[in-house]
Every structure is written in structure tokens, then in C-alpha cells.
């Protein structure tokens, strides 16, 4: 009954969850007098200010542990899979600028990639939950760079320069996303005090 009152704050990790089960729980057990009806004292603590200090608790908690997570990943941009990524994404496309229709292509299909994994992320593999959550979470980070090069390449001429920078943007977001993908089964199996 505890965990179904939960499901409805949006608590993402388990662990995190499971603590809040057993604090509630060890709570009412010590407030309940053997005449008191158990949904009744739950509803009541779950509409009280108990409640709401207890999930402004467990979203800091959250808020922490996403930050961990994103510093994990981002260590993993200079680990040798992270470099050995980026150079074979930016090689393919900076390749494909010596013909302006092959970097159109190329640079499409990046962008369909980048979008479908922003948005259609109800397709990709449910194994790894978590690789939804930090794609949730930092989808911000891995767009902004392409974004912002996309704006200036509207307002310049269509020099080497540029074409060059929107390759970077999207090779690092790209690569962003796949060491997000690969780092969830380490980052599930940690364990969380």
C-alpha cells in the first residue's frame, strides 16, 4: 500500500524507494494503536508535512546521485572507448565534407539518430531504464552545442569552419548517448547508501 501511495510521486530509484518504504512504514508502525484501521493512518500521513519533508529528502537525493551519474559518464568522454567513438563519428563526417550532398546525407542521418533517441525513447531497449533517465536529464547538455552552431551557420557563410564545428557538436553528442547507453549496467549495479 506504501509503495502504491510512492508510485505517484515519480521516486525513480528503487533504492532510494525502498527507503522511503521502510521509514514510512517503521513510522506508522510505531503511531498505530491496535483499534486504528492501517489505510486509514497511512492516508493521513500521506497527506501531512511528514510526507513532503520526507520526498523533498529523497529528491535531493536524487538530484545527487544524477549529478554522480553524469560525472561517471563524463569521465567516460576521455576513456579510450569514449575517444575511439568520437573519432570514428567525426572521421565518417568530416570525410563527408569533401562532397557537400554526402555531408547533407550524413549529417541528416545524424540528426534523425539524435532525435529519435530524444524522442523515441519508448522504442529503445527497456533493459536499461536508467539510460532514459540520463538521457532525460541531460538531453539539454548533448543538443545545446548542435543548436547554437545550427543558429550561427544560418547567420555565416557556409565556410569550412563551421561545418567543421556542427561536426564536433554532433560527433559529442553522439557519443554523449552511446557512452550514456553503454555506462547504465555499471552505473545499475551500484549500489546506493
Not at 514510512?24 to 493521513?44: C, K, R
Not at 497527506?47 to 559518464?73: I, M
Not at 530524444?118 to 548533448?142: E, M, T
Not at 543548436?147 to 550561427?152: A, G, R, Y
Request: hydrophobic content about 50%.
Amino acid at each position: 500500500m506504501i509503495e502504491r501511495y510512492l508510485e505517484k510521486d515519480r521516486i525513480f530509484y528503487v533504492d532510494i524507494k525502498a527507503e522511503m518504504v521502510d521509514h514510512i512504514a517503521a513510522t506508522l508502525e510505531a503511531e498505530l494503536n491496535e483499534n486504528d484501521n492501517f489505510s486509514v493512518v497511512l492516508a493521513n500521513y500521506m497527506n501531512s508535512h511528514y510526507k513532503v519533508k520526507l520526498l523533498t529528502a529523497a529528491r535531493h537525493q536524487e538530484e545527487l546521485r544524477d549529478k554522480q551519474n553524469r560525472q561517471f559518464v563524463l569521465k567516460q568522454f576521455f576513456s579510450l572507448r569514449g575517444v575511439v567513438f568520437f573519432i570514428a563519428i567525426f572521421g565518417v563526417a568530416f570525410l563527408s565534407t569533401l562532397n557537400i550532398w554526402a555531408y547533407r546525407f550524413i549529417e541528416g542521418i545524424m540528426m534523425l539518430l539524435m532525435l529519435f533517441i530524444l524522442f523515441g525513447q519508448k522504442w529503445l531497449n527497456s533493459k536499461y531504464p536508467f539510460f532514459k533517465r540520463l538521457v532525460d536529464i541531460s538531453q539539454f547538455y548533448y543538443l545545446l552545442p548542435f543548436l547554437i552552431l545550427t543558429q550561427v551557420h544560418g547567420f555565416t557563410d557556409k565556410t569550412n569552419f563551421i561545418y567543421i564545428c556542427k561536426i564536433v557538436a554532433l560527433s559529442i553528442g553522439l557519443t554523449g548517448y552511446y557512452l550514456t547507453y553503454k555506462s547504465t549496467p555499471i552505473l545499475q549495479g551500484n549500489k546506493y547508501a
